[in-house]
């Protein structure tokens, strides 16, 4: 059995899902609870799960464990819950952190299906704490018990008013019943979205405080409750990715069944970087590599609250996309105000569409005032509700409109039958039509519920909607895999190392050592000769060592140490070499400068290779983020890589189509597409190079690998330099998480 439930086989949860989660509705749908701990003081803390439940109705058995006392703010209490006559399906341990071991222990023999544990103290405690909790995972998956904590604020169903939760928000008498559920390793989390929601008329299905996730992670939890008909879609705070490879089971599995999942996601730590050696590790960052990951496994990242809760509403109806142009037409009756939103769509890369010529003719003969440019502002109007109605209902039916948004004036506030109820009645009769997205700009409540319950997806803020368009507008990420026959190449890579001697683990390789690994995966490298163990005093024979080798001037020199993986910082790399007597001079200088950084029985020789030229440079790289695993970035190559960091990522490996998506991203390879006139580079070849780089994530042995610079010409790419640094022998992707 695992120690750890995240990482246990998918197999092993489906095979035993009957059992520990009941298609999760022994988590969120209980029908007998036992809350262990509870205080007889109704104002403490621990009270309110109790308090709650019946404050919301809920119909399912709830008792009461404290061993201290027989009964407990007036209801019957059990010393154990082994001592409860029923069966039951959820209990939440309200005990201190001393306590929770023994208290488990009481579920398990009681055949509890899920444990929602409070106590902090645990592994965010130190050595001491992550003891305690390693002993409680090692219990419950022995039981198949499901167990949600350390540190959890509870469990929320609205839809069957088990409200089993700490949180104090959830005191509140209008509590929303909506059909999203909250994954969220935030207790807190969970009560601010519910009151920002409620202010709005946003109300959830179910919520969930993850806290340690020591057993179930959100990638569990979300799989127990996929296929749950009163969910249709996740929202995710993340504070961390513990189960990377979970994770991306239940997002795939959502996006399957058109759920969508929208995150917020912060504690992007920069720990990953300080453990790389190449450039590649200061590229990424963690949360370059985080919003990768996250895109590539159709999550929706939003950098606003606000979004988290408004944004999923409206990702519900990107189906109604297909077919319509990537462009939001935004309709106003306010032209401040839908300035205000063009201006925040477009500095977030949306296209703002138009009116066509015959729609514009149209409302001309109707003598509806539209305005002149791209914003179709009918201020002018007025308030009238047949006019903005015909206009919403004209261009949800025209094929040329995209996405269609209206900014509602002061009229929001205070005549809502006059701005709102045209666009209520627009929609209820135009269903096929294209999509529609309101947003008030007065603080219109109102205006706001009406707009809900009619189904029709409303923003409270400005920045909120800009950016929940723009999420909507964009292409869902690709989890595209490379073949089976892909992997032909990774063999052909331990084959060729499998001989090494690698007690070096955790160094880096030398560029003569790298690049013979690279050429393994079909690279194309210089035309070159290693001559080990040189003596910069005695150049003699060097010539016609050249000559034989057929090298033709102008040549490249470096130095090869495993001591300067960035050798050019050091001076141990000349370039443009013309002649013999020039060479004879090159040596000289990198001995000079190269023996100022590291001692010289640390070179092992110097590496001679032709010299290249083509139409520019890329960087292509992978390494292993801390939280997410590997990862594979190219940019433009030279030092601008680090300075401008105009990089794309993605979690590795990549086909060559997710490649060719890459190179799209990085603005610096527009030079390479032809710009001005300028020949075009070959980006056919480095998207074949990208995806090869990228399999090395597969290779065990291999910790981290980067090509840096690579020629690209007209007719192919041809590798300059390059790293490998060898690990422990787990590849990047068997790295225990």
Not at 661 to 690: C, H, K, Q, S, T
Not at 692 to 706: D, N, P, Q, T
Not at 710 to 727: A, E, T, Y
Request: aromatic share 6%; with cysteine; glycine share 10%.
């Amino acid at each position: 059995m695992n120690e750890d439930f995240r990482n246990a086989p998918l197999e092993l949860i489906n095979t035993k899902r009957s059992q520990m989660l009941g298609p999760g509705k022994a988590l969120v749908e209980p029908k007998v609870v036992a809350l262990v701990g509870v205080s007889d003081n109704p104002k403490k803390l621990s009270a309110r799960p109790f308090q709650f439940c019946q404050q919301h109705g809920f119909s399912g058995k709830i008792y009461i464990v404290n061993p201290r006392r027989k009964t407990v703010i007036g209801e019957p209490a059990y010393p154990t819950v082994m001592a409860i006559p029923d069966k039951v399906d959820h209990a939440y341990i309200l005990l201190g952190n001393s306590m929770v071991e023994a208290a488990l222990d009481d579920c398990i023999l009681a055949g509890v299906k899920v444990v929602t544990i409070l106590a902090d103290g645990f592994a965010e405690a130190g050595k001491l704490g992550f003891e305690k909790q390693k002993r409680l995972v090692k219990k419950a998956n022995k039981a198949g018990i499901m167990m949600i904590g350390p540190n959890s604020m509870g469990v929320v169903n609205t839809r069957k008013s088990f409200v089993c939760t700490t949180n104090a928000a959830f005191k509140t008498q209008n509590l929303i019943k909506g059909r999203f559920a909250v994954l969220s390793h935030s207790g807190s989390l969970i009560g601010t979205l519910v009151s920002r929601g409620e202010v709005r008329n946003i109300g959830f299905s179910k919520l969930v405080s993850l806290g340690n996730e020591a057993q179930s992670c959100i990638g569990t939890v979300g799989l127990s409750l996929i296929d749950d008909t009163e969910i249709d879609g996740f929202i995710l705070f993340l504070e961390t990715l513990r189960n990377p490879k979970r994770f991306s089971k239940f997002a795939s599995e959502a996006n399957k069944r058109n759920k969508p999942v929208v995150a917020y996601m912060l504690g992007k730590s920069e720990e990953g970087q300080e453990l790389s050696v190449s450039h590649t590790g200061a590229l990424t960052g963690d949360s370059r590599a985080v919003k990768a990951y996250l895109k590539q496994n159709y999550v929706d990242e939003v950098m606003s609250l606000d979004a988290l809760f408004e944004a999923p509403q409206l990702l519900l109806q990107r189906e109604r996309m297909k077919g319509r142009p990537k462009h939001v037409i935004v309709v106003t009756t306010t032209g401040g105000g839908g300035a205000m939103l063009v201006d925040q769509l477009s500095v977030r890369g949306v296209l703002i569409g138009e009116l066509n010529k015959s729609v514009r003719e149209y409302f001309q003969k109707k003598e509806i005032p539209c305005g002149t440019g791209k914003l179709v502002d009918v201020t002018l109007a007025g308030a009238q509700y047949h006019i903005m109605k015909e206009v919403i209902s004209k261009l949800m039916n025209e094929p040329s409109t995209g996405a269609l948004a209206i900014v509602i004036g002061s009229s929001a506030q205070f005549n809502p039958d006059l701005a709102v109820k045209p666009i209520i009645d627009a929609v209820k009769e135009n269903v096929g039509g294209a999509p529609l997205i309101a947003f008030p700009l007065p603080s219109a409540p109102k205006s706001i519920a009406m707009l809900k319950s009619a189904g029709v997806p409303v923003f409270g803020g400005l920045e909120s909607c800009a950016e929940s368009i723009a999420l909507f507008l964009s292409s869902s990420g690709s989890c595209d895999k490379i073949s089976a026959n892909d992997d032909l190449c990774v063999g052909a890579v331990e084959d060729a190392i499998k001989n090494w001697d690698l007690s070096t683990r955790g160094e880096v390789l030398d560029e003569v050592s790298s690049t013979k690994i690279f050429e393994t995966l079909g690279l194309r490298c210089p035309k070159q000769i290693f001559i080990p163990d040189f003596d910069e005093g005695n150049v003699l024979g060097l010539e016609e060592i050249i000559a034989t080798a057929q090298l033709s001037y102008p040549l490249v020199v470096k130095v090869v140490s495993t001591a300067l993986p960035h050798k050019s910082d050091f001076g141990g790399v000349v370039l443009d070499v013309k002649n013999f007597s020039e060479f004879k001079i090159a040596v000289s200088r990198l001995y000079s400068s190269i023996c100022k950084a590291v001692p010289k029985k640390r070179i092992e020789g110097i590496l001679i290779q032709e010299m290249q030229f083509g139409l520019g440079e890329a960087i292509v790289g992978i390494r292993l983020d801390n939280l997410v695993g590997p990862v594979v970035a190219v940019g433009a190559g030279g030092l601008l890589a680090e300075i401008y960091k105009d990089v794309s990522i993605r979690p590795a490996p990549v086909s060559t189509d997710i490649a060719r998506n890459m190179i799209a991203e990085v603005r610096g390879f527009e030079i390479f597409r032809g710009y001005r006139g300028r020949p075009a580079g070959d980006l056919n070849a480095l998207a074949e190079l990208i995806s090869k780089i990228s399999k090395l994530s597969r290779v065990s042995g291999i910790a981290e690998a980067e090509v840096n610079p690579v020629m690209v010409k007209s007719d192919g790419v041809v590798l300059l330099d390059g790293l490998i640094r060898i690990n422990s022998g787990k590849s990047l992707l068997n790295k225990p998480r």
